[in-house]
């Protein structure tokens, strides 16, 4: 009997993370955790405020006026009880260290030297968050959120949007309807008018993945989304910014 085809379109862009795996690192520093804000940010001991490379985890929106995220509490929960476990936290700071609220950036690390946020991407504790320079484990950490993706766990249990509701850095899941390549460039328009645009920062296998999908394949991307005229808008600059949507 004829069930239907189920298509994983992760496989057009294995060549990119297939059987990576996240390296033991030498950390630059152990340090003492004062406070843990959320599942990705910390107050030291010495004042310093750490933001976790990697992992983008709900937000509790206490000075936005919106309520919490769901998963934030879970992310903070696993968080403190790891660095109560860990005693101290170990972490390698990114090429750039500091960002533009003066945070620090850093890997926080297991006592065994491993990337901690591929332990929470892979519980689906948040989502994969790599903004350049800061993007030298990329593809571990692609696998590992995958991972999670797949089997549906913590964050992804909630399906996700297909349409954007406003600007912003957004996650969207959505069916192509269309898929142009001009020159250098790949052009995909998803349902709800949504437009994504890659260029010449992708490497270019990733290209010509993207301009081999076909109408009616579901993909996940995920970036800034801004609005020009009556069409929503992404720009795909890099590799983990989109994968196939995965059906069980």
Known sequence: M????VIFLCCLFLPFFAGAACPRLIPDETVSVRHVIDGDTVILDDGRVIRFIGIDTP??????????????????????????????????????????YGRWLAHPLTASGHLLAEQMLSLGLGPLLMIPPNHRHWP??????????????GIWQRPLP??????????????????????????????HRLRLHAGS?????????LSALQPGQRLLVRGRVYRVRDAWRLRLDHPWQFAGEHKK
Not at 2 to 5: A, C, E, N, P
Not at 63 to 77: M, N, S, T, Y
Not at 140 to 153: D, I, M, N, P, V
Not at 201 to 209: E, F, K, N, V, W
């Open 2 to 5: 004829r069930t239907g085809r």
């Open 59 to 100: 937000e509790f929106n206490k000075h936005r006026k919106k309520a919490v995220e769901p998963g934030a509490e879970q992310a903070r929960r696993w968080l403190l009880n790891k660095i109560s476990e860990e005693i101290r936290l170990k972490l390698v700071f990114g090429i750039k260290r500091r960002d533009d």
């Open 140 to 153: 571990c950490l692609f696998e590992a959120e995958q991972a999670a993706y797949r089997a549906r766990r």
């Open 162 to 191: 297909a349409a954007p509701s406003a600007g912003g850095w957004q996650a969207l899941a959505g069916r192509i309807t269309e898929v142009r390549r001009r020159g250098g460039d790949v052009q995909l328009m998803l349902e």
């Open 201 to 209: 920062r992708l490497p270019a296998a990733a290209l010509d993945r």
